[in-house]
């Protein structure tokens, strides 16, 4: 049963008679795929009082929480920012202390770019018992989905996570490590910043013929894969109008995709 956010305040009131103490799971949905939950995430859903999600959970992950469960939509999206964090972080305490199991469920992983570790602190000074379970991360879900590898003995020694924005809004790639070539970069929520991504990556050093893949919503059905280079990022984007969620690979591991044996294996596999 979902819940508006306008109809909060009849949730907070105790659960149970005996105020009995409530508790938090920060639970990682993956990347959109139902069959990559784990199934200590799947047995939390099932068994929640409440469950507490983000936009980038997807609706067939949704669809396994019980109807009569409370579901609660916090998620932001563009010109909807919905709550803010610390109304979410307090909401999590409010229905703990009213006697209720919760799950918060966020896309991918909890601390990766999800702002779990926050909410963990939030969670702890309140004296909230508070467990994480981990999911795969969007990098990780997207490089099996294309079949594009983030590490390889022959082109990337390392793979780093980065997120395409910083606390003021621009991305922030002030690391000149970024231009070394043996290795695999992955953006999360790169691309409004895909311009100064590509500008500073090749300031640092990158050739500007390094491949790139955008990778919109992986591993789901709508899952779509483009390809480019960094010096064509951004005319890329502009062409073929990619939407969030989308990740940016970027890296000479990029340069193994191959879409037709993709397709051959999901043909396998559904027959």
């Known amino acids: 049963m979902t819940i508006a956010i306008e109809s909060l305040d009849k949730l907070l009131a105790p659960m149970r008679g005996d105020c009995a103490a409530g508790s938090v799971s920060l639970v990682g949905a993956g990347p959109g795929d139902v069959e990559l939950l784990t199934l200590k995430a799947l047995r939390?859903?099932?068994s929640a009082d409440v469950v507490v999600y983000d936009r980038l959970v997807s609706a067939e992950v949704m669809a396994e929480v019980p109807p009569q469960t409370l579901a609660i939509d916090v998620g932001k999206r563009p010109g909807c920012h919905g709550m803010k964090?610390?109304?979410?972080?307090?909401?999590?305490?409010?229905?703990?202390?009213?006697?209720?199991?919760?799950?918060?469920?966020k896309g991918g992983d909890p601390f990766i770019f999800g702002r779990g570790g926050e909410e963990m602190q939030w969670l702890q000074q309140a004296?909230?018992?508070?467990?994480?379970?981990?999911?795969?991360?969007?990098?990780?879900?997207?490089?099996?989905?294309?079949?594009?590898?983030?590490?390889?003995?022959d082109c990337a020694q390392s793979v780093r996570f980065?997120?395409?924005?910083?606390?003021t809004g621009e991305p922030d790639l002030s690391d000149a490590s970024l231009?070394?070539?043996?290795q695999t970069l992955v953006f999360y929520m790169g691309?409004?910043?895909?311009?100064a991504i590509a500008d500073q990556l090749r300031a640092h050093g990158r050739a500007g013929d390094t491949p790139v893949a955008i990778v919109e919503n992986g591993t789901r059905v709508t899952q779509r894969v483009i390809t480019t280079t960094l010096s064509e990022l951004a005319n890329t984007v502009a062409r073929e109008q990619p939407q969030s969620p989308a990740l940016l690979m970027v890296g000479e591991?990029?340069?193994?995709?191959?879409?037709?044996?993709?397709?051959?294996?999901?043909?396998?596999?559904?027959?």
């Open 179 to 182: 231009g070394a070539t043996q």
């Open 85 to 105: 964090q610390a109304q979410i972080n307090q909401l999590l305490v409010d229905l703990a202390r009213s006697g209720r199991q919760v799950v918060r469920l």
């Open 44 to 46: 939390l859903l099932r």
């Open 162 to 167: 980065i997120t395409g924005h910083s606390k």
């Open 191 to 195: 691309l409004s910043g895909c311009v």
């Open 127 to 153: 004296g909230i018992p508070c467990q994480v379970v981990p999911g795969i991360t969007a990098a990780v879900g997207c490089a099996a989905a294309t079949g594009i590898p983030l590490t390889h003995r």
């Open 253 to 271: 591991v990029v340069r193994l995709y191959r879409p037709e044996s993709l397709s051959a294996a999901a043909l396998a596999s559904a027959g």
